[in-house]
Structure formats: C-alpha cells, structure tokens
C-alpha cells in the first residue's frame, strides 16, 4: 500500500485512499494515516464483526430485554475517521459512531471523509478530549470503546472504564513497547503500575502489564475484565477485554496478578533473581470467541471479513494463538543453549521431547522461536542437559561458577527421549500458514506524533528549554578543538 507520505494532491484536489470498504480523502495537509496499522484496523473489523454477531443473538433470544437496538460505539482518537468510517461500513448492527478527536482540523477531515463515504446516519463527528468525552457519557454509556492512541494508554483508561456499559467491549492499543519491553522499567511503573523486565518473553510480558493495568482501573469501579484476544504485532500490542460489574470477582483479581523472577538467575545457577510485574497471570485470550473468528474467515458466506487486506496473517495468527496453551510467558530456545554455550537443537527435537517427557508444548503467537509449555525448569534444564550430552560443549570455556556450569554439573532427574512425536509439528505449520510478523516493509513503525494531540504547549516547552541550553552551552564552550 502506498505510503501517507508519497501520496500527493492532483491539480489541487484531494487524493483518495482505499482501506477495506472505506474511501478517505487526503491532502498534503492530512497526514495521519499510516499503511502499517491496515493489519490492526483488520483485526478489529473481525473482532467487533463477531462481538456485535453475539451482541445481536442476546438481544434476539433474551426475552427480558425489551429494547432491541445495535451498538453505541466511541473512536476516542479518530484522526482522519478511517477506523468509525470502516466500522460503519463492514460490522453489521451498529446504531452509532462517535469520532472523536481532539484536533479540530482532524475533526473537518472526519466530516468530509464521513459524509464522502456516506455513513453520516452512523458516525458523528465530535470534537473534544477524549477524557472529557468518556467522563461525560457515564451515565449514557457507549457499547464499545476503542483506544488507539500513539505511545501509553494509561490516561483514558480510568474514563473508559466508567463510560462503558455491562459486558462492553475495550479495545486498548499501546505502542510505547520500549517501556512495556524492559527498557526502562521506573518509567513502566510510573506509566502501568508494573515493573518491566527485559526478556525474551518481553512482548507477552507487555501484554500482561497492560492486562493487570486496565484490570486495576476497573476494580475501583466494582468492575472486572475478561480478555477475548490480546495480540503482539509488529511495534505495538492491542488487547480485546469485554467488561462487566462483579464485586465478588472483583475480590479474586488478586488471584490473576503474579510477580515474575526471572533471566539468567534460578535456583540452578545459584545467582540472584530479577523481579518484574505485578502482570496479569490470567488467560489472554477466549479461545471459544477466536474460534468463532476463524470459522467467519473460513466460510464462504462470509464477504465482510474474507475481503480484509490482512486476511491471510489474520488467520494464520489467529489459528497459532488457538494453538497457544495458557500459561505464562515462554522460553526461546536458543537462549537457553547460549547459556551452556552449545548448538541449538531443530525445534521439532526440542518440542517432541518435551511432548516424549508428559507435558504440552506450543509456540507463541509473540515469538516464533518461543517455547510455551507447561513443563517445570527441571525438565527444561534435563531436556538441554541431555542433548549437551549428545553434543558436548568444552568446559574449558566456562569461567569458574558461571551459570552454564552450574547447571551442566545439576543431577538429571528424568529419561528424556528426542524421538519424534506427533504433535511436534503443529498444524499450523504443517497448513503453512502466515503465522508470524513479515520482515518490515518500508516506513514500518508507528509513524510521527500529531503535534495537536494533548499537551499542546509541550513541544514549544521543549524548543525553548533545547534554545536555553544551547546557548548555555555557547558561553561554556572552550576554545579548543579536538582532532
């Protein structure tokens, strides 16, 4: 898809650019639309397709509900309104759209996108913060709240969860993966409330940081979260949380957060643990709401979701994440061979001994070399033992009490078997589906800052703190030279 960027005005008139079902005009002046996020805006359509498919059987077979309606839906962050203008015109049973923005010249861009795709019956145009938007609705509260906003989510989140009603739909997007990731972990905390660490497992882990985040916000309401879908693709993760009032539930959300300890440091090196979270450690997915998902992609009938421009990586996603088994985090296997400094075993060897040993293995939809499995540490550290032993590595290499040694010198405890089993393979490989990120094309990434959105003052702040500083830097400058 061409780029925001290349797109240019023909004799002075707007350019338009086709997305799903939606035609949106562009400008030299309208730059917010970034062809990498086509995928995201897809896996959304098909989400809130199905959503609104279970949303209008419960009004049809519920006989307590007298008023039969569709969906009340809030864009919070709306930009050009190419997502409500999608909405509106490919997920059937939606009543409204508000799409919001605070920018006023995004909000003129939405007026004449909406009204050029002929959908101004569903989507209203609405200019305001989008705090205030949500605070405002609390008592007329919206079905569906989607959130996608550039970097952290933390902001909207407490107005969210109040202005959406019993059983609504969230959808969260956070593009600050950095933070999320580990790489600074005092800015997570002050963000998410949660310690980041950096891992292997990092994009999981992010996921379950935003998951307990949104789950604390809606536990000072009496309110608590179930996730439908929660995704780590490309720069940003998104989550997918129906939300509903249960005080008692609300009680045992203590029992989905956990701490984890975790990297080089365990009981069988002997080295001190790194601790991060608290995370969410409940499931991340409804794999009865995802299976519904790929039945609409895989039946003829359904048109709507079959023409998405992401389909086949929608699928093949979504089939590897029903595949995903439902524990925390997971290993890659390389780093655990890096670790005793030997050759990394083919995947299907690993897998089919941890299958051999009793115990469920599966990849991660996060990381295609990850290993998600139910498995102990101690088998794990067998299992590589066993294959350092058909494959010695030197010993000479090791420095004295290093981590690799400790654990080669650990007694073996099970019979492992790198026979190959049935279920190493698993079928979504063997259907050879798009099951992963593609290499990034060009201009990947999540695109460049709006300068209206929020503090608005800020980036002067900043041009005048960088002019004080250069000049400060001026008058100190010695009158030397480096060569």
């Known amino acids: 898809m061409e780029n925001i960027e290349e797109i240019e005005s023909v004799n002075g008139q707007p350019e338009v650019l086709q997305e799903g079902k939606a035609k949106i005009l562009i400008d030299k002046k309208n730059i917010f639309y970034n062809p990498v996020q086509e995928f995201n805006r897809d896996l ?19 006989p307590k509900i007298v008023e039969k309606r569709g969906l009340r839906v809030l864009e ?6 190419l ?23 995004a909000v003129e861009a939405i007026k004449k996108n909406v009204v050029f795709n002929q959908v101004d019956s569903i989507v209203k145009p609405h200019a305001n913060d989008a705090t205030m938007v949500m605070y405002e609705n609390r008592r007329n509260k919206f079905d569906v709240i989607d959130l996608d906003p550039y970097g952290c989510p933390s902001i909207f989140l407490d107005g969210a969860v109040q202005s959406i009603k019993d059983n609504g739909l969230l959808l969260v997007t956070a593009t600050d993966m950095a933070v999320l990731a580990g790489n600074s972990p005092e800015t997570c905390y002050v963000k998410y409330g949660a310690v980041s660490l950096k891992s292997k497992s990092c994009h999981e882990m992010a996921l379950r940081i935003l998951l307990q985040h949104i789950a604390s916000h809606a536990g000072r309401y009496g309110k608590v979260i179930t996730p439908l879908l929660s995704v780590s693709a490309d720069f940003y993760i998104r989550v997918f949380v129906k939300i509903h009032t249960s005080q008692k539930s609300c009680k045992q959300n203590t029992s989905n957060l956990g701490m984890v300890y975790q990297y080089k440091h365990c009981e069988f090196c002997k080295y001190k643990h790194q601790m991060g979270g608290p995370l969410w450690t409940g499931k991340l997915h409804d794999k009865d709401f995802i299976h519904k998902i790929l039945k609409n992609i895989e039946s003829e009938e359904e048109n709507n979701i079959q023409s998405l421009g992401t389909i086949r990586r929608i699928h093949g996603m979504l089939y590897v994440i029903e595949e995903e088994l439902e524990v925390p985090l997971y290993y890659q296997l390389d780093q655990l ?3 005793i400094r ?3 075993p083919p995947m299907t060897t690993f897998r ?14 996060a990381n295609k070399y990850s290993i998600k499995t139910n498995a102990p540490n101690t088998v794990i550290w067998d299992i590589i033992r066993a294959w350092e032993k058909d494959n010695p590595v030197k010993r000479e290499k090791f420095v004295k009490n290093s981590p690799g040694l400790a654990i080669l010198e650990t007694e073996t405890k099970i019979n492992v078997s790198f026979e190959k089993h049935p279920n190493a393979v698993p079928q979504s490989q063997q259907k050879k589906m798009t099951r992963f990120q593609l290499n990034p094309s060009a201009y990947w990434g999540p695109g460049t800052k709006s300068t209206t959105i929020r503090n608005q003052n800020k980036n002067k702040r900043k041009r005048e703190r960088n002019a004080k500083n250069d000049e400060s830097m001026e008058e100190k400058k010695p009158n030397t030279s480096v060569e």
Do not use: C
Not at 83 to 96: F, L, N, Q, T, W
């Open 44 to 62: 959304s359509v098909a989400v809130l397709t199905q959503f609104s498919k279970d949303w209008t059987d419960k009004m049809n077979n519920d």
């Open 76 to 81: 919070a962050l709306s930009a050009t309104g």
């Open 83 to 105: 997502r409500s203008i999608r909405y509106a015109k490919e997920v059937p049973g939606i009543d409204e759209i508000v799409a919001n923005d605070i920018s006023v010249s």
């Open 337 to 339: 061979t890096s670790t």
């Open 342 to 344: 030997g050759n990394v």
């Open 352 to 365: 089919s001994a941890i299958f051999n040993a009793g115990y469920q293995i599966s990849y991660s939809h």
